[in-house]
């Protein structure tokens, strides 16, 4: 393992298994002082934030999944709702169904290809 003064960075360019010689040129940068280059296209943002959507997307890609198994035993819109505890929400259960049909009409595409079109498509039609 290579001894700089920077162990962290030095473990990440490691796992990345970036050469020796470019973790050197990289940490001399910090070691000189030249830090400001590194930040310069920097944009902060907010990791509450962040982990939030994180969350939102993750509750989503896990509802379209359980619809897409219960369309796969032919239940309804209205059906599928009240098994979920969705009945408050039957017009986004009725978008992710209508979704999940035009992505996969035979409902035969894997459940983490079709959820992942399915979610793009809502974001999609969420930014417009």
Known sequence: ML???????????????????????????????????????FEPFDIQEYGRRNREEGETIKLIRQVYFKLRKNKTVEQIADELEESDN???ISEIVGLIKEASPDLDMDEDELAQAVLEKLNNKSQK
């Open 90 to 92: 039957i017009s986004g």
């Open 3 to 41: 001894a700089t003064e920077y162990p962290i960075i030095e473990d990440a360019a490691t796992h990345l298994a970036m050469p020796d010689e470019d973790i050197y040129r990289f940490t001399d940068q910090f070691k000189e002082g030249n830090m400001a280059r590194f930040f310069e296209n």
